[in-house]
């Protein structure tokens, strides 16, 4: 099974700050297997970033995805009083397609 | 408009079956797998199962394998989730949701059923 381990777990920060979210797999993903969600309390995961860079529908481009391999980054360029939520990532290389266990980004 | 609705949850004792159902709309429902995922009550998201499109192939998690059976109903565009010997630990919101396509990513979820096992 590909363990998905996120850091750091919380990240406080503010309005206007760049926020960079980790994601390091257990074994190496194919960069087209490896997806990035936000939830917000009480609602459904919502899609990011799949293929580890490419964004989802209607995502804003302040929502980057980067890296290959092993090791893979979120950044929010600038944060938004509504990008503070909990994110996800999630391999799709290797059943069982396994998740992350999050990382809460704070309003600081 | 892509709409995901899922419905079956409810309180279930230890031991017991419940079928979780998901109906669909809006996208041609046979040319994409779906899939469940749960989270437990303050916890993170848990990969359950995929279906492919077709229906020829199904995946699980080893946590609910042998136990749980996913399927779908492409006239009806709905999908399934029978869950058999619930336990504890299975107490979650069910979410049920599309592949984007080549299974890369969930593109639409719907709002979730809550699950709980308790005697």
């Known amino acids: 099974e590909v363990v998905l381990t996120q850091s750091p777990g919380t990240l406080s920060l503010s309005p206007g700050e760049r926020a960079t979210l980790s994601c390091r797999a257990s074994q190496s993903v194919s960069s087209n297997y490896l997806a990035w969600y936000q939830q917000k309390p009480g609602q459904a995961p919502r899609l990011l970033i799949y293929g580890a860079s490419s964004r989802a529908t209607g995502i804003p481009d302040r929502f980057s995805g980067s890296g290959s391999g092993t090791d893979f980054t979120l950044t929010i360029s600038r944060l938004e009083p509504e990008d503070f939520a909990v994110y996800y990532c999630q391999q799709y290389n290797t059943s069982p397609w396994t998740f992350g266990q999050g990382t809460k980004l704070e309003i600081k | 408009e892509v709409q995901v609705l899922e419905s079956g949850g409810g309180l279930v004792q230890p031991g017991g079956s419940l079928r979780l159902s998901c109906a669909t709309s809006?996208?041609?429902?046979?040319?994409?797998?779906m899939t469940w995922v749960r989270q437990s009550p303050g916890k993170g998201l848990e990969w359950v199962s995929t279906?492919?499109?077709?229906?020829?192939?199904?995946y699980y998690a080893d946590p609910v394998k042998g136990r749980f059976t996913i399927s779908r109903d492409n006239s009806k565009n709905t999908l399934f989730l029978q869950m058999n010997s619930l336990r504890g630990e299975d107490t979650a919101i069910y979410y049920c949701?599309?592949?984007?396509?080549?299974?890369?990513?969930?593109?639409?979820w719907g709002q979730g059923t809550l699950v709980t096992v308790s005697s």
């Open positions: 949701a599309k592949d984007l396509g080549g299974l890369r990513g969930n593109d639409f």
């Open positions: 279906i492919s499109g077709s229906a020829e192939s199904t």
């Open positions: 809006g996208f041609t429902f046979n040319n994409f797998a």
